[in-house]
C-alpha cells in the first residue's frame, strides 16, 4: 500500500496564478482532508470531505476549492494563488470511527511545499 | 479562539531524561486525544493516543497521562533519544468531527 500520496511534492507559482493538488489514498478511507502548516500555526484545517461526492469548510477555507469526485482521490484548488498561500499543504485520511470514544487513526501524505511569488 | 494549547513552543532535554510534553484543552465535549509526531520534510505520523474515559495510556517509551479536571494531557517519554527529536502535535476529537491541532512543540534531544 503506498497509503496516502501527493502531487506535486513542490511548486512555485506567481499571484493570480492557478493550480491543484492532487491527493491520493488506497486504504479506502471515507474521510479526507487538506491541512496547511505554517512556522507557528500549526495545522489549520482547510476543507474536508467525509464521503464521496460531499466536502465541508474547515478553519481556513477563503481562497481554496476542493472536489471528490472519487472516494481515493481529493484535489485542492487555489483559482487565484496569492503570497499568503504560501506553505506548505498536508492532506490526510482515515476510517469512519467505530462508535464513542474509538477513533481511528489519520494517516497524513508527505505534504506539498508551495511557493507564491 | 484556540481549542487545543501547546504554550511551549520548544523543549530541549538530555538524551535518557525524560520528556514531557504537555497540553492543555478548552473544549469539554472532546473524547478522544492523539499525539501526532512530525519530522521535517515529513507529513506527521500517530504517535499515541488516550480516549476520555482513560486517565493514562502507555506504548513502551511513550505513555499520555490525562487529567480530564485540568482539561489537560501530557505525554512522558523515557529514556528520550535523539531520534526523538521532532515537532510535536497534540489534538483532539469530539464525535466524527475533524481533529483539532495545537501548534506543536519542537523537541529538542541532546546527546
Known amino acids: 500500500n503506498a497509503g496516502v500520496t501527493q502531487t506535486p511534492k513542490f511548486r512555485v507559482l506567481k499571484t493570480g496564478q492557478s493550480m491543484t493538488l492532487l491527493c491520493a489514498q488506497d486504504?479506502?478511507?471515507?474521510?479526507m482532508y487538506w491541512y496547511r502548516q505554517d512556522p507557528g500555526m500549526g495545522l489549520r484545517l482547510i476543507h474536508y470531505?467525509?464521503?464521496?461526492?460531499?466536502?465541508a469548510k474547515g478553519e481556513v477555507p477563503d481562497g481554496y476549492n476542493v472536489s471528490r469526485l472519487k472516494k481515493q482521490n481529493f484535489l485542492l484548488g487555489l483559482e487565484s494563488a496569492a503570497p499568503s498561500q504560501t506553505s506548505v499543504y498536508f492532506c490526510?485520511?482515515?476510517?469512519?470511527?467505530?462508535?464513542?470514544?474509538?477513533?481511528?487513526?489519520?494517516?497524513f501524505g508527505p505534504g506539498t511545499r508551495l511557493t507564491v511569488l | 479562539d484556540q481549542q487545543v494549547k501547546q504554550n511551549s513552543p520548544s523543549l530541549s532535554v538530555q538524551e535518557g531524561r525524560i520528556s514531557i510534553l504537555n497540553c492543555d484543552y478548552t473544549?469539554?465535549?472532546?473524547?478522544?486525544f492523539l499525539w501526532y509526531k512530525k519530522y521535517p520534510a515529513e507529513g506527521p505520523t500517530f504517535l499515541i493516543s488516550?480516549?476520555?474515559?482513560?486517565d493514562k495510556n502507555e506504548d513502551g517509551r511513550f505513555t499520555v497521562f490525562l487529567n480530564k479536571s485540568a482539561k489537560h494531557l501530557s505525554l512522558h517519554i523515557v529514556p528520550s533519544q535523539p531520534g526523538d527529536s521532532a515537532v510535536y502535535f497534540c489534538?483532539?476529537?469530539?464525535?466524527?468531527?475533524?481533529?483539532?491541532f495545537g501548534k506543536g512543540t519542537r523537541l529538542s534531544v541532546i546527546a
Open positions: 470531505s467525509v464521503g464521496e461526492g460531499t466536502t
Open positions: 473544549n469539554s465535549m472532546f473524547d478522544y
Open positions: 490526510a485520511s482515515r476510517r469512519t470511527s467505530g462508535g464513542a470514544f474509538s477513533y481511528n487513526e489519520q494517516f
Open positions: 488516550i480516549s476520555s474515559i482513560k
Open positions: 486504504m479506502n478511507h471515507e474521510y
Open positions: 489534538a483532539a476529537i469530539s464525535g466524527n468531527t475533524p481533529l483539532v
